[in-house]
């Protein structure tokens, strides 16, 4: 194991023992614990300013927040529609996230640390370190329920403004901003062996994060009345990419070349140091695992997320032109759809020669509809010993933030800003796409807007670059807990009410080979055939089930099209869910903090 990543896990663990005996004897936020370890004693040494920062660290989403991040996007078709999304499922009731812990415990340092016993440069580092934190946990209040209390100081429990109501976004914002420049212009560390802490170069590629998603958010919400202020937040966007890409010395990883560069960064036990800036690290040796292989392998421990082919479609072909540009891609099988594309396909979904090891012996495995619903069934996050499908034995890192996120987000935002030029176009969506195996259209920008993506993803959007940014965004990041924060900034989401649809199935009763091994894998039945094939999965598509109830399992034409999966239930977009509804227990607490609209 990692020498320094043991000292650095040890060190977090040590903060769990420390300080939860320290906060646990305040009853008012501003008055010292009574515990072992005193006030002065943490805020007059650097000791303890590194101990209490590593409690920061748990606003981070865990390993297995991130991946299963997508688990509600429009591309991803599940066991059951998510109640969000299913008119009367949810509400105040269902709603959560209302929680200001972490909060509070980072107001405390930063209320604190101030002892002139320490140096300057010290305490602004851990200062920086602390600020953040707030914007992270901020931001991600701010894109779950808008208007939100800005707290900068640590409130005693009976304070009166604990029971204030909510201050407007932009107030909120500017707070975030404020912090994430501090944290930027503060933060001393440059460089983490482990990626998994916090450095001057992650604040910066944070930074880029939320001022896209901010500049996007007002550019296309116009009901927010924020509007103006849209460039702003989109050059400091781009200020902050540049930053990274100019500074930080990351790039994108291709070691493995095109066939195995992509995955490696997601199956990879150690970062991939080259492009990995933070990550929920493992260690078998501490026991830190994460349940990747169960949740995306199990017929009922996950949602059985798999990808829909409206999305699959947008894979573009090795020479760079769209997939549906293809005469007859509409009804090709799923063995031919898969070939001669972007290599990011084949290490995203199983296709192909794709094997996995059961017992040291690599074995082919097909889509397995045990599992998926569509026929695209995920490998990204799972590693591909079988050994690892049951419970939470997942030795893989998992990236929170890598340098590919920060290209796109500086493409982004110069397309929207009409900066974007055939260089920055080179350096970001070529580069990424040149790693992925493409080989045309690299060097310049597009000219003529794709009418797939228009049709069925952004009608509003002539701008062919932009288009394809988005392209670009949706299959470099899959799967990987951006895209429904892409859809709500957009304002596109009539997207959730898409068809859950699978690969082409040409009749029934006619067993396909899946990855062309020369082994029937699985055939679709109204009736089943008196003599079913051996080593056949055979799935219903039948109007009703035994019992009389809707099959959720059909074709798109009856007898053969495409698989559909759920399309009895509803799912109907309304304005209101762009914003969560403030939960009802905390505004029974709190009458002042009022309700979104709609809710």
């Known amino acids: 194991m990692n020498k320094f990543l043991y000292t650095i896990m040890k060190k977090r663990l040590m903060w769990l023992v420390l300080f939860s005996t320290f906060l646990a004897g305040c009853e008012k936020l501003d008055q010292a614990p009574v515990a072992t370890a005193t006030k002065e004693a943490v805020f007059s040494s650097e000791r303890g300013l590194e101990l209490y920062a590593n409690s920061f660290y748990n606003v981070l989403p865990s390993a297995n927040d991130v991946h299963r991040g997508d688990a509600m996007a429009d591309y991803s078709a599940r066991t059951q529609v998510p109640d969000f999304l299913r008119p009367g499922a949810f509400g105040p009731r269902e709603s959560s996230g209302w929680d200001w812990g972490e909060l509070r415990n980072i107001n405390y340092f930063i209320a604190n640390n101030n002892d002139p016993a320490l140096s300057p440069a010290v305490r602004s580092h851990y200062m920086g370190l602390a600020r ?117 010395g990351f790039s994108l990883n291709t070691a493995g070349g095109a066939e195995n560069a992509y995955r490696q960064l997601f199956t990879s036990q150690t970062p991939v140091a080259s492009e990995v800036m933070l990550a929920a690290v493992v260690d078998p040796a501490l026991s830190v695992f994460n349940d990747a292989n169960w949740w995306w392998t199990s017929s009922t421990y996950g949602a059985r997320v798999s990808l829909i082919r409206t999305f699959v479609n947008t894979y573009l072909k090795e020479d ?234 059909r074709l798109s034409e009856d007898t053969h099209g495409e698989l559909t999966w759920l399309a009895n239930i509803p799912r109907v977009w309304d304005d209101k869910y762009y914003l969560y509804p403030i939960p009802e227990r905390d505004r029974l607490l709190n009458p002042e903090l009022g309700q979104n609209p709609g809710w």
């Open 132 to 248: 953040f934190f707030r914007a992270w946990f901020y931001f991600d209040k701010v894109k779950r329920f808008g208007d939100v209390p800005w707290i900068s100081k640590p409130m005693a429990v009976d304070d009166p403004e604990l029971y204030n109501g909510r201050d407007p976004r932009a107030l909120v914002m500017d707070s975030v901003l404020a912090d994430l420049n501090y944290a930027c212009e503060n933060i001393a560390t440059t460089d983490d062996d482990t990626r998994s802490l916090v450095t001057k170069y992650v604040a910066y590629a944070f930074k880029s994060r939320v001022c896209l998603y901010e500049g996007t958010f007002r550019k296309y919400h116009t009901d927010q009345q924020l509007g103006s202020s849209a460039d702003a937040w989109l050059q400091e966007a781009v200020a902050a990419s540049e930053k990274v890409m100019q500074e930080s």
């Open 320 to 553: 760079g032109t769209p997939f549906t540009d293809t005469p007859g891609h509409e009804t090709m099988l799923f063995s031919e759809e898969v070939e001669g594309r972007d290599a990011r396909l084949a290490q995203t979904i199983r296709t192909g020669d794709y094997k996995r090891i059961n017992g040291g012996t690599p074995v082919p495995a097909p889509p397995v509809f045990s599992y998926t619903y569509t026929g695209y069934q995920p490998i990204k996050w799972t590693l591909d010993d079988t050994y690892f499908d049951g419970g939470s034995r997942n030795t893989n890192s998992i990236p929170i933030i890598r340098f590919a996120e920060v290209l796109l987000n500086y493409a982004e935002a110069k397309a929207e800003l009409g900066t974007f030029t055939d260089e920055d176009w080179a350096m970001t969506i070529g580069a990424l796409r040149q790693r992925a195996g493409i080989t045309g259209g690299l060097e310049t920008k597009p000219q003529v807007a794709d009418p797939y993506l228009q049709a069925n993803y952004f009608p509003n959007i002539s701008d062919p670059a932009l288009l394809e940014v988005r392209r670009e965004r949706g299959i470099e990041l899959a799967l990987e807990g951006f895209r429904f924060d892409d859809i709500v900034r957009w304002e596109r989401g009539e997207l959730m009410e898409m068809v859950w649809n699978g690969f082409y199935v040409p009749g029934l009763n006619q067993p396909l080979d899946l990855n062309e091994d020369g082994v029937l894998d699985v055939s679709f039945y109204k009736t089943m055939p008196a003599n079913p094939l051996p080593g056949v999965t055979y799935v219903n598509v039948s109007e009703t089930l035994s019992g009389g109830s809707p099959n959720p399992q």
